[in-house]
């Protein structure tokens, strides 16, 4: 059900960016299995209006159309709205905003969302709720100081209400995360912060599921460090390169701005569409 689910956002996120001509794609592509986790396994929400619902902040929030997609596909926004996205007098524009139903926290400030989420996490512990706070968070989210704060924050106030996912990809907009500021040894580091951590493969609905569902063990709030393909599920923007040469595109970027042509969205809508 999910695998199915993580199709559909895919080819959402194609048909959108392409009608819209906005790019951005590669980075909703890689989150499109977390998401479908995520809203069909693991999120307490019955209604986007209950006020003891989980909260979800998607802190990379360049990859909005992939929670628009999910949105549409729980029947929270409308096909009419999602044909919306990136127009004139919209509330689906790139990044989420907190007036749209299903979206708690208007984000797009990278850095920005898990400060959000420690917040969100201490005010259900001190309402007494039982709600949870997941946010997703992207690797290059890493060399942002205020992430670190707020680690430091959710750790020294053991927030086991929280659980933030980290989009692994390995890329960012100005190129290889690597290349840009490197950030090794991920678990170690958030260990340090007193974090409990978990490693998966974030295509695998198994792993993110078992990472995702499993109840903490101590005391900690918990980071599960997912590592995934950028542009997942197209071959050319998993590997950097665009389908023709029509314009001067330079790896590893190429897709994180970028929107698509005929013949690359053409390529892009077959491979997702015959994905087993």
Known sequence: MHRATAKRIRQIVLEQSKRA????????????????????EVLRVESPEDPDRDRFILSKGHAG??????????????????????????????????????????????????????????????????????????????NEGSVWEAAMFAAHHGLTNLTTILDWNGQQAFGRTADVLNCPNLAERWQAFGWRTSEVDGHSHT?????????????????????????????????????????????????HYLPMGDAEYATAIFEVGNAK
């Open 21 to 40: 001509n906005v790019g951005h794609i590669g980075s909703c592509l890689c989150v499109a299995d977390i998401l479908a986790v995520l809203y069909g």
């Open 65 to 142: 159309l992939a929670l628009f997609a999910t949105l549409a596909l729980k029947g929270w926004i409308s096909d009419t709205d999602l044909g919306t996205f990136c127009g004139d007098n919209t509330m689906l524009g790139v990044h989420p905003e907190a007036g749209l139903r299903g979206v708690d926290f208007s984000t797009g400030s990278l850095g920005q969302g898990l400060c959000m989420a420690t917040g969100a996490a201490l005010a259900a512990r001190l309402q007494g709720s039982s709600r949870r706070v997941y946010c997703l968070i992207s690797d290059a989210e890493c």
């Open 207 to 255: 792993e993110l599921t078992a990472a995702l569902t499993q109840e903490s063990p101590s005391d900690k709030p918990h980071i599960v460090l997912a590592r995934t393909t950028f542009g997942k599920g197209v071959s050319y923007m998993e590997q950097g390169v665009p389908v023709t040469q029509a314009h001067l595109r330079v790896a590893p970027i190429n897709w």
